[in-house]
């Protein structure tokens, strides 16, 4: 009650910033350390394992310790972030420019060369630019770095093209509009996982709609998105004929593994999972292949998962 309590307070009251790090920070506090383990506790729902046990002293534990975060993150705000006037009417910061031709072709060709890219990969079928998994689409391939790229990179390069002139002109024209619908195409929200999904529509609402900017319309859509959006998007994971479409608010998602972070973070304090900087240097070296570095270390969620004996390794560790 105390997190989710507090996280509110910092995402509507604290602060006259529409969308900030801060806010962010506090969004996700209140889903995924406040609601989702509070569910989870009360229904006693334990992930990863069937054989652990965790005991009331360890949630409280692990409480105490997420709001002496808050503590220090507030003290950190309050002496170094200085709070400046806010520009309340959304207006773009950026003054107007026509953009010549050439620049034109530019972004013409970064949007064909996405979609062309992003279609190959998906062996030419159109319906994989629409639905993750479906009953529609040949036999799912394995997943190579070069997917990952093409998926990762080179496909929101024709969302990203448009969100840039629309962000410097104002305004959609017929060029705009053609690059808009090329980029919708290659980035349809129920072909995407929903973490690009967020990444992608997020700052194209930000750019499309200024007025997001001011109040707390930014903060209510985020949260909205993750009890509506989120679930809505999970129907598109592995569609058929059969899969029924939900939509509304969907707080069983908070009972699904989904929402695996604080159980996560509670393990760590538990088990006293304590590695002194050898996963935060292999996140920040992560440019450095393993062919070059034998013993890099593996990601946070497979070296909890191999030391408590975990039946599954792709689990989120956001401590």
Known sequence: ???SCWSVFAIFIKRNISFSLYKTFYTFSLLFFGIAPFIQYSDGIVFWSSTQFLTEQDYIVTNII???IFVVIEIVYMFVYKDGRVNRGGSNIYLKREFNLKTKSIFILLAFLSFFFTLKSKDFNIIGLF???SDFLSE?????PLDQIVNNFVRPMSLFAFMVYYNYS???GLFGFFIFIIGIICNFP???ARYNVAALYIPLFLIIFPALRAKYYFNMILVGGFLIVFPFLNNFRNFSEDSKINIGFDFEMFREAHFDSYSSLLRVIKYELVTYGNQLAAVIFFWVPRSLWDSKPKSSGIYLAENL???FSNVSVNF
């Open 140 to 144: 799912n391939k394995d997943v190579t």
């Open 1 to 3: 009650m105390l997190i």
């Open 309 to 311: 004996d975990f039946y």
């Open 66 to 68: 997420i709001l002496f």
């Open 131 to 133: 639905f993750r998994g």
């Open 190 to 192: 129920t072909g995407l």
């Open 170 to 172: 104002r305004k959609f």
